[in-house]
């Protein structure tokens, strides 16, 4: 008896419920707000309604706040989303679920580095947070997947997650309806009513139970898929470790190509100091090429100048011979004429003073002869040696000349 008042008293309530108006005041908001299953619509009015309210706790503007973005979120109105959540960040910046919640939103915006950052900030407020660690494997997954996302949908996999990660968590939970009290209900009625819960209770005992077994199916597939994940971060560690290995290799060769590379550059410097010194000193020997060439000219000139000396002096020598020539010719009428008046005063039988005196005139004349013949001849070997002489210098000359370009 006492079981069908009960059951009659919560159906009646269900039914009182149900048919009872809905009033807009600070109670029921908080319970449209807060509810999952509140339309949207509604819960956003309601939570606005709470927040425009006035002077209220933080814990609960921050869970109004909160439980907004968990209606806009349902709505799939991902900005006014992001902006409530940051609401609640900002009244309770310790809020793990607040950051975790926000990152859902901005990963559905495709703001994969901030909402990586929020799963971050949530894990570091709450190290064990499953949803959080699923939520930026998935966010790394599409930004960098190098590894990352096996590994914190492992360590999510791994943890008892709250609410699956798509979805925003609650606050608060509705509080409890006032029991509405029923003064009479036909008793037929009241026991079809429940009979016919207790059918639907049935029917949601199965399901339920057919649910468990997926569950467990799905953990076993969980399970599996984390010693995957298992042998696939050990591979990634591996390859982390030869790259690590690689990288110091590949440093340690550039290192000593930057050794061999300094090198080279202080030999290039080197060679090109020297080949400024050689410059230097291929300046000098040009201007000592110039010098010697300017010498080589003007040894050219006085070759030319002792040439037309040497034509000169031939001339002269030349004209010297025809006077020597022209004096031996005097000579010879002289002597001939010598001989001719010996002939003659013997001849006429003069004396042999008045010979003398005669011949005399003629042997002074035939020494002044002998003296000019003899002042010519040594003006020609004068004039010959003076030839002589200026050939050496000019065959000296040559040669001089010709060495110094050689060593040029």
Same mark, same amino acid.
């Given at each position: ?9 919560l159906v009646a309530f269900l039914l009182a419920v149900g048919t009872l108006p809905a009033q807009a005041d600070p109670a029921q908001d908080q319970r ?23 002077? !209220? ?202 050794? !061999? ?148």
């Amino acid at each position: 008896m006492r079981r069908i008042f009960t059951s009659a008293c919560l159906v009646a309530f269900l039914l009182a419920v149900g048919t009872l108006p809905a009033q807009a005041d600070p109670a029921q908001d908080q319970r449209w707000c807060a509810a999952n299953k509140t339309p949207g619509e509604k819960a956003v009015d309601a939570c606005t309604r709470l927040i425009d309210a006035g002077p !209220q706790t933080a814990t609960g503007l921050a869970d109004a706040f909160y439980n907004r973005g968990n209606a806009y979120a349902r709505l799939g109105r991902w900005d006014p989303a992001i902006a409530s959540y940051g609401g609640a960040i900002k009244v309770a910046p310790d809020d793990a679920q607040a950051f975790n919640n926000r990152g859902h939103a901005r990963a559905r915006k495709g703001q994969f580095a901030a909402a990586i950052a929020d799963y971050s900030r949530a894990l570091d407020l709450r190290p064990n947070y499953a949803n959080a660690f699923i939520g930026r494997g998935a966010a790394y997954r599409k930004v960098d997947p190098v590894g990352l996302d096996i590994i914190d949908i492992n360590r999510g996999g791994g943890l008892e997650a709250e609410a699956p990660p798509p979805e925003p968590e609650p606050a608060l939970a509705p509080p409890p309806a006032p029991v509405v009290a029923v003064d009479t209900v036909p008793l037929n009625e009241l026991n079809d009513q429940l009979g016919r819960k207790e059918s639907e209770i049935t029917a949601l005992q199965s399901g339920l139970t057919s649910k468990d077994a997926e569950i467990s199916r799905l953990k076993a597939q969980l399970q599996k898929t984390g010693a995957e994940a298992a042998g696939l971060k050990t591979q990634f560690v591996a390859s982390v470790r030869a790259q690590t290995a690689l990288k110091a290799q590949l440093t340690s060769q550039l290192a000593v190509k930057n050794g !061999q590379l300094s090198k080279l550059q202080t030999q290039l410097k080197q060679n090109v100091a020297s080949g400024a010194g050689i410059e230097a000193k291929l300046t000098e020997k040009d201007g000592k090429l110039a010098a010697l060439q300017a010498e080589y000219d003007k040894t050219d000139d006085r070759l030319v100048s002792l040439r037309n000396e040497v034509t000169a002096s031939q001339a002269e020598i030349k004209a010297l011979e025809t006077r020597l020539a022209e004096t031996n010719e005097k000579l010879s009428a002289a002597v001939n004429l010598r001989d001719s008046a010996e002939s003659r005063l013997r001849d006429q039988g003069e004396t042999q003073t008045a010979v003398y005196r005669r011949f005399g005139k003629t042997q002074k004349e035939f020494r002044n002869f002998q003296l000019a013949a003899k002042r010519q001849k040594k003006q020609i070997g004068e004039l010959e040696l003076h030839r002589w002489v200026l050939g050496g210098l000019l065959a000296l000359m040559t040669i001089i000349a010709i060495i110094g370009f050689r060593r040029g």
